[in-house]
Nanobody, 122 residues
Framework: VQLQASGGGLVQAGGSLRLSCTASESDFRINTMGWYHQAPGKQRELVAEITTAGSTNYAGSVKGRFTISRDNAKNTVYLQMNSLKFEDTAVYYC?????????????????WGQGTQVTVSS
């Protein structure tokens, strides 16, 4: 599975950005998709995730400001980021969890996109 992310950029504090990420077709069945971010010198952290059924999970720091959604038919996940803060500045990585079913069992794998830079100026 290849993940292609887009939508990062430079924005002033209080502004908005929308990230999108599309997973390529493969023999893996995609389930949960979402986003992590990684600021310089810090560990990669979960921002938000969404299941195929639409259940969502957000980091506390983005609740009420970010909204994750997906289009299952297009294998695409979106992250609408509003009221951006300086501390949201990071590289944002989309991910997708996939399962491949064979006669021998199930293989689970996590796939990563290439990362897109989000910079919020104060």
């Amino acid at each position: 599975v290849q993940l292609q992310a887009s939508g990062g950029g430079l924005v002033q504090a209080g502004g908005s950005l929308r990230l999108s990420c599309t997973a390529s077709e493969s023999d893996f069945r995609i389930n949960t998709m979402g986003w992590y971010h990684q600021a310089p010198g810090k560990q990669r952290e979960l921002v938000a995730e969404i299941t195929t059924a639409g259940s969502t999970n957000y980091a506390g720091s983005v609740k009420g400001r970010f909204t994750i959604s997906r289009d299952n038919a297009k294998n695409t996940v979106y992250l609408q980021m509003n009221s951006l803060k300086f501390e949201d500045t990071a590289v944002y990585y989309c991910f997708a969890n996939g399962n491949r079913y064979t006669d021998y069992g199930v293989t689970a794998q996590k796939f990563w996109g290439q990362g897109t830079q989000v910079t919020v100026s104060s």
